[in-house]
């Protein structure tokens, strides 16, 4: 696999237009640093940025740190005991977005209100009845992710500053309006042009770049700067203000450039295709 452009995307659930946290990086083949690009985003515009991308036919590789789709190799099912559980990926973004049509900003708190979805989250507030004790459901990737020594969150969760359910929602959202213009490994064959959208983690670009357990966030220059020359980049221009938000934009965006070239995180071990239909798979686990 080869391409020109490296794209990060650091997510956000929050449901109002223009959130906080989300932040995309941009870096080129070579050893140049990645850069922020600060347009104030909205999820709307970021639908409507990489539309453009597919339509210009740049061979980028994007990486959405979000969970495309909710554990089902677990239970055989997304929503065990609901009719209307899709049998897919695809379906299920599409029925996220429906049933979360008259939401604004692309926010998914109608989805997550529904009398049947409701009962497999635990919110603030509203534990559902089929939410299982403890952490939760995982996908299969997910538990591959503890095996780094990561720390990753159930889908179903959307409590705390650390739940990933929000992002994921919200982002299915947006991959349900990509759909047919920007294929997302591992649901969808590689395409030989254009555009390819991948899940990320984060954290995972942070360990692989030597950022010891415990502390996976960076808020200034030299630790950056540090990471950064893990995965083979020159220092990067200041910044105005150092934030979680763009630095893991920033360094994940370095680590895609990095490990794009390695077939071994294309070919996942683990991969089965039922999962790459249903569950999906985070780039970088093998």
């Known amino acids: 696999m080869t391409f020109t452009d490296f794209i990060a995307i650091d997510w956000s659930g929050q449901a109002v237009e223009r959130p906080a946290g989300l932040a995309v990086a941009h870096v080129g083949t070579g050893t ?11 999820r709307a515009d970021i639908a409507e940025w990489l539309g453009e991308l597919a339509d210009t036919g740049t061979r980028a590789l994007i990486g959405l740190d979000l969970s495309p789709a909710f554990p089902f190799d677990d239970e055989g099912a997304y929503f065990p005991g609901w009719e209307a559980s899709p049998p897919d990926a695809p379906a299920l973004w599409a029925l996220v977005d429906q049933l979360s049509a008259d939401d604004p900003h692309l926010a998914a708190s109608s989805f997550v209100a529904h009398p049947h979805a409701r009962r497999h989250f635990r919110q603030r507030g509203d534990c559902g009845d089929l939410f299982p004790a403890g952490r939760g459901r995982f996908r299969v990737c997910e538990h591959g992710q503890e095996a780094m020594r990561l720390s990753p969150y159930s889908c179903f969760n959307l409590v705390g500053a650390s739940q990933v359910g929000k992002s994921s929602l919200t982002g299915m959202r947006v991959l349900h309006r990509l759909r047919g213009r920007i294929g997302m490994w591992p649901f969808d064959p590689l395409p030989a042009t254009g555009p390819v959208l991948v899940e990320i983690y984060t954290s995972l670009a942070a ?75 985070t780039f970088g686990v093998p």
């Open 32 to 42: 140049g640093a990645p850069r922020l690009i600060d347009r104030r985003w909205s």
């Open 207 to 281: 360990r692989l770049a030597g950022m010891r357990k415990g502390i996976s966030k960076i808020r200034d220059a030299a630790t950056l700067d540090a990471m950064l020359a893990a995965f083979g980049s020159d220092a990067h221009a200041p910044l105005p203000r150092y934030d979680d938000h763009a630095t893991d934009a920033m360094l994940s965006a370095a680590w895609l450039r990095s490990a794009a070239a390695s077939p071994a995180l294309w070919r996942p071990s683990r991969l089965t295709p039922a999962l790459a239909r249903t569950e999906g798979w």
